[in-house]
């Protein structure tokens, strides 16, 4: 079996995720009707189990969504489907395992009324980590140009949807000009996050990253960094507007999300940053490293192999 192997459970249906398994008129296909999370395991134990499945609530509340199942009722699921996925010979390493619920299926229309019951499809492969280059070396950047974030009386970007089409087309804009990721700003030139990422940035030794009010998803990486690994590294962390015109003082920056914890960024379009194994960030990683490690020792009932 290849390495991109994908394991889904739609529904409590075990299959290839190359099956199809919803309806044409489920209305996260029709219309983006959904929420979704990301979990990650470190030496086989599901990551902040209880703060994804918290922003997953919360998301779940913001669309009026409700949850037909516990949170032990998806839990077993995760499980189960975990546990199939190295029977169809994928390769092992860390598992990415990822949960979306939409609102189901009904008439066509726009009115939530219509749908009838909510579906979910869970996702489990192979953690696709950092690859060792893009360590040492860090990622290049580049700013969208033609499209801003979403604003927070729109479509609020802390809520975690099936919706990324604003994310998408500005990662698109930043891939056409040779970067690997994109950081996007609000309508008021205010940083905000990148694609799938929150961003940081470090001068003096502190770090610096914008603020839940400049409109971002809150990344339960980076609320860790904040509340519990910074401050074990002996790092401040400090949230404050930014815009591009304040990276000239900055000296680093980098990246946190789910599956790849902290990684390095050499550039932001001309703007580069330093990078290499006595920077902040690299510190920030090995930090992170050790919490994990305690994390997955401490909650023995997350293990999924």
């Not at 893009?134 to 729109?154: H, I, K, P, V, Y």
């Amino acid at each position: 079996m290849a390495d991109d192997y994908i394991q889904a459970n739609t529904n409590g249906r075990l299959h290839d995720a190359r099956e199809p398994s919803i309806a044409p008129l489920n209305r996260g296909f029709l219309y983006g009707d959904a929420i979704y999370e990301v979990w990650r395991t470190y030496g086989g134990v599901l990551f902040a189990w209880e703060e994804h499945w918290e922003r997953l609530v919360r998301s779940a509340g913001a669309l009026a969504l409700g949850l037909p199942w516990s949170r032990e009722e998806i839990f077993a699921e995760i499980r189960r489907t975990a546990a199939e996925y190295p029977k169809r010979g994928a390769s092992s390493g860390q598992l990415y395992v990822r949960l979306q619920i939409t609102r189901g299926c009904g008439p066509i229309g726009l009115d939530p009324a219509l749908a009838d019951r909510p579906d979910y499809v869970l996702l489990v492969r192979r953690n696709q980590d950092v690859s060792a280059e893009q360590l040492r070396n860090g990622l290049r950047l580049s700013f969208a140009q033609e499209l801003r974030r979403n604003d927070r009386l729109t479509l609020d970007p802390s809520w975690k949807t099936g919706n990324y089409l604003n994310n998408l087309l500005c990662l698109k804009e930043a891939k056409a000009r040779g970067a690997d990721e994109v950081v996007i700003t609000n309508l008021a030139g205010e940083i905000t996050e990148a694609a799938v990422s929150n961003i940081s940035f470090v001068r003096d030794g502190v770090v610096f990253t914008p603020g839940l009010a400049s409109g971002l998803l809150g990344g339960i990486t980076r609320r860790v960094l904040i509340e519990r690994v910074a401050p074990a590294a002996g790092v401040e962390v400090r949230e404050a507007v930014l815009k591009p015109a304040d990276l000239k003082g900055m000296q680093e920056c980098f990246l946190t999300s789910t599956t790849r914890d902290v990684v390095p960024v050499a550039a932001i379009d001309e703007q580069h940053f330093d990078v290499g194994a006595g920077s902040v960030a690299m510190r920030l990683k090995a930090a992170f490293a050790d919490y994990a490690r305690a994390y997955a020792q401490a909650h023995p009932e997350l293990r999924l192999f």
